[in-house]
């Protein structure tokens, strides 16, 4: 989502051009290597409405065998970073009382920041994909854990009472065992509500190729959350394999790729009938 | 303890040679490049007695400003790798009840195993050190969590209830996160005693020393565990700084090393007395 944050101002375009991957490479000199850091402006395009034809990266629709998912809107989305300290110790010489072990911080925020999800309901979600420990060596007591937590929910409202509660579940677990923490939000998406007159577009489209459908909220970010601040704005999702995404076994049918070309086609030109 | 464990015959020598380390060096390639790949034989040595002189790498000794350690045995201690495996899932399309988390069974087991240690009691010791997620995304639920669980205790049957409950909670916590297991103990140390007529030279070396001293079981392992196999072993402890070991900030103060130096030498003379 990084061309898309630029193109609708959400970025700043030398913030784009520094990202690194993990072996340093940067974004910018990685563009001009391979020939795509064109000449024009990013953002300047005028547009009349954005539709975005996208594998639904879930289960739901190859689930309940449809195979258009009318977007209506997505999730929001919180990215935090969280950083626990305790003491490196020797694990055969440490008693365990005397010990900071910043693994059972971690694994208690897991646990809770899980168990969260029940507390508010309503296809909260929590996922926790990175967790590094220090120094990592079997008979040493991690001094230092790094973890991420993501929080999404359709609601505003439900996100700003994840973030508190997730605060206070920190504060409370890192009394009980000892230790440090720094629990900071890094990047947040809000929830969108997609432009009703492009949505609406879409559901004739939909109406007009007969195919199975259903209305749904994204649950991922995509570029078309970020097109939505400077352009109306609509999703169309196909079934995936699995629900699996950035990933090599992702796999969509040929039938529901033209099935979403059909639709995507079709709502072109009913808004351009409308316009 | 490498290489007193081929000194004593508890690991093989083309074992020992063929060790790695993260970057993939061969231990006896790196003893060639330093000229340390030596002529002699390891293990033909014949050994009267054997003293080894050692920071305690643990709290107890500073705490209650004692000089001497008189080490009586060591802890044993029994090392496993965990691998738990679940699936990779996106972190906004992934209901919740559809997870197979792999992130949530490793914390579960951290606690678990950190509450056995109340469970087993006399000084029980359990630690987690290594936690690796896979994918390693901050977006991706983890399909796959690598932990490493170190256990201590001074009885091996106290050992042997610990492994079992280990295994018994590995299998209920996979259950009911409906995730894979693959438990394996990769190493064990059983706990040992010293040799009571070297004991017995470390404790009158010591009254004659005068130093504030105290009885100690080990926790950590050392070279003295596998030399006791083939020679009759005692050691001797000194404090050291904050129970730091295995690190840059260990430190030692110079009175304490020229205390410990004192009784190891006065012991092999009170050994040599006696033989």
Sequence with gaps: MLGSGVFAGALEKDFALAREDREGNRFGDELARIGYDGQQACGQHELDSYFELHIEQGPVLEAEDRWIGIVEGAQGMRWYDLTLEGDAAHAGTTPMGLRRDASLGAAAIILAANALTREIGDGALATTGVIDA??????????????????????????????????????????????????????????????????????????????????????????????????????????????????????????????????LLRAVLERDRAG
């Design 134 to 263: 220090h120094p990592g060596s079997r008979n040493t007591v991690p001094s230092r854990v790094f973890l991420t937590v993501d929080l999404r929910h359709t609601r505003n409202e439900a996100l700003d009472r994840m973030e508190a509660r997730l605060k206070q579940l920190v504060a409370e677990i890192c009394e009980e065992h000892r230790l440090e923490s720094s629990l900071e939000r890094i990047w947040e998406s809000a929830p969108v509500r997609f432009d009703p007159g492009c949505v609406a577009a879409v559901r004739e489209a939909t109406r007009q190729s007969g195919h199975p459908f259903r209305e749904m909220i994204s649950g991922a970010g995509h570029d078309a959350v970020y097109v939505s601040r400077v352009a109306p704005t609509a999703m169309i999702f196909i079934p995936c394999g699995g629900g699996v995404s950035h990933n090599e076994s992702e796999s969509a049918e040929p039938e529901h790729v033209t099935a979403g070309v059909e639709v």
